[in-house]
């Protein structure tokens, strides 16, 4: 689903991200990618999304390419795509109802197919009650929740969570993993980088350690 060989990237002020970074992302797994702060996880994750290009190696998306994508095919590969973020990037003059709609409304779905899909999406992450109110309103698991749902409304097969529960207590840590967890139950695709390593030990998945823009460890669960 995902393959990185030998993937690098360096920005024009000649800063390393990342080097020579190699790994495969089974359809239908769920790994944590981890490391120090400034180790590369963002840009990787970004490197997925084409947010941002790779200098060096190949990155291939269900078997594509995406070195080759012209920007104009950008967005349908987005579309394939659901991604989070920390700081959650909702639209604060808009709805709750209006920024999980937004991927749809961009890709021109009828109102009834977006109603029913938002609701579903609200639905799930536990805010359908919320669905008119604004997100300044909202607490800081709330507002992530909102992104969650945004990025779920379009079913896409990839999920890539940037730091989701990095300003979340424990218990509200626990309960948005546990989303990303039920997603990937369905076949989803899931990548999340995280700080939270006591929280990533007590989920037991794959996990991929960043130190220094470089890949130093490959870790699977002890079954």
Known sequence: MIIFNEVSKR??????????????????????????????????????????????GQILINGQNI???????????????GMT???????FDRTVFDNVALPLVVVGCGHKEIRRRVRAALDKVGLLNKEKSY????????????????????KPPIILADEPTG????ALAKEIMNLFLQFNQVGVTV??????????????HRTLILQQGNLVGDTYPIK
Not at 47 to 53: G, K, V, Y
Not at 167 to 170: E, I, M, Q, S
Not at 191 to 204: E, N, P, R, W
């Open 11 to 56: 920005y024009p002020n000649s800063y390393q991200a990342l080097q020579g970074i190699s790994f495969h992302l089974k359809r239908g797994e769920l790994a944590f990618l981890t490391g120090h702060s400034g180790a590369g996880k963002t840009t990787l994750l970004r490197l997925i999304a084409l947010l941002e290009r790779n200098v060096g």
């Open 67 to 81: 070195n080759r994508l012209s920007n104009r095919h950008i967005p349908y590969l987005r579309r394939r795509i």
């Open 167 to 170: 300003n979340l207590d424990p």
């Open 85 to 91: 973020f920390q700081d959650h990037h909702l639209l």
């Open 135 to 154: 997100p300044i309103t909202l607490s800081g698991g709330q507002q992530q929740r909102v992104g969650i749902a945004r990025a779920v409304v379009n």
């Open 191 to 204: 990548l999340i980088a995280s700080h939270a390593l006591g929280l990533i030990k007590s989920i037991g």
